[in-house]
């Protein structure tokens, strides 16, 4: 008998595994089996975040990913996206597919430092503050995050999951990604959300053609794991 398809789903910044819980929950009931890790300084290792690494991303869902007997889906979300794209170049033959959900997806060499700034909007750079010494990110303003990230969410859930935030290890905006042949040999998708304030659809659009023709729009803002679940599913198991 074979197996139902296995997702592994990745933040983005400031977010941890929680924010993909209704997600998860409802594709577990539909039979798929669901993973939804946190990367290191992140979650229930929030206290190691400002020693946090773009490797440490890397390594750690390398391995678990190397731990599971059969290959998986993997889907990043914005910061995920350049994490998902790294671990593909290192163990390809262990992806079954990539899904980019409103991500940043990189060349080779690219930061996401380097990415934000070749990207147009430039509405949460207000709301965040660096901390050199600590090497963290700090957000602010909670009220214009709600609007920024879940502007399209239940205003109950969106206040929950603004909560949730937690600083974010600077250390992976800057260093660069290596990609090659390998990376480019896995299957992709992209989900570009149309209404993202964070990454206009222009920018996700140019960077998702760059990777594959499989490309698919939601009419929701740059969180549709917690404002428009049930539409995100959908595309995802398709």
């Given at each position: 008998?074979?197996?139902?398809?296995?997702?592994?789903?990745?933040?983005?910044?400031?977010?941890?595994?929680?924010?993909?819980?209704?997600?998860?929950?409802?594709?577990?009931?539909?039979?798929?089996?669901?993973?939804?890790?946190?990367?290191?300084?992140?979650?229930?290792?929030?206290?190691?975040?400002?020693?946090?690494?773009?490797?440490?991303?890397?390594?750690?869902?390398?391995?678990?990913i190397?731990?599971?007997?059969?290959?998986?889906?993997?889907?990043?979300h914005?910061?995920?996206?350049?994490?998902?794209?790294?671990?593909?170049?290192?163990?390809?033959?262990?992806?079954?597919?990539?899904?980019?959900?409103?991500?940043?997806?990189?060349?080779?060499?690219?930061?996401?430092?380097?990415?934000?700034?070749?990207?147009?909007?430039?509405?949460l750079?207000?709301?965040?503050?660096?901390?050199?010494?600590?090497?963290?990110?700090?957000?602010t303003?909670?009220?214009?995050?709600?609007?920024?990230?879940?502007h399209?969410?239940?205003?109950?859930?969106?206040?929950?999951?603004?909560?949730?935030?937690?600083?974010?290890?600077?250390?992976?905006?800057?260093?660069?990604?290596?990609?090659?042949?390998?990376?480019l040999?896995?299957?992709?998708?992209?989900?570009?959300?149309?209404l993202?304030?964070?990454?206009?659809?222009a920018?996700?659009?140019?960077?998702?053609?760059?990777?594959?023709?499989?490309?698919?729009?939601?009419?929701?803002?740059h969180s549709?794991?917690?404002s428009?679940?049930?539409?995100?599913?959908?595309?995802?198991?398709k």
């Amino acid at each position: 008998m074979l197996k139902s398809p296995l997702y592994i789903f990745v933040h983005g910044a400031w977010h941890a595994a929680w924010c993909w819980q209704k997600v998860a929950e409802k594709m577990r009931k539909m039979g798929y089996q669901v993973l939804t890790p946190d990367l290191p300084g992140h979650g229930a290792t929030e206290s190691l975040a400002s020693k946090t690494t773009f490797a440490d991303y890397v390594a750690s869902l390398v391995a678990l990913i190397k731990n599971q007997d059969q290959k998986v889906i993997l889907v990043g979300h914005s910061m995920g996206g350049m994490v998902i794209s790294q671990v593909a170049e290192f163990i390809p033959e262990k992806i079954a597919e990539l899904i980019y959900v409103a991500a940043f997806i990189p060349k080779h060499f690219d930061s996401l430092t380097a990415l934000a700034r070749r990207c147009e909007s430039r509405e949460l750079f207000p709301v965040t503050q660096f901390d050199d010494d600590k090497q963290l990110i700090y957000l602010t303003s909670p009220e214009i995050l709600i609007d920024i990230f879940y502007h399209e969410a239940n205003i109950d859930d969106a206040a929950i999951a603004i909560k949730q935030l937690r600083p974010q290890p600077l250390l992976p905006f800057k260093e660069r990604v290596a990609l090659s042949q390998a990376f480019l040999s896995v299957k992709k998708k992209a989900i570009i959300c149309t209404l993202d304030k964070i990454i206009y659809q222009a920018d996700q659009l140019r960077m998702s053609n760059e990777v594959t023709d499989d490309i698919v729009y939601l009419q929701t803002d740059h969180s549709p794991f917690i404002s428009t679940p049930d539409d995100l599913i959908k595309e995802l198991i398709k």
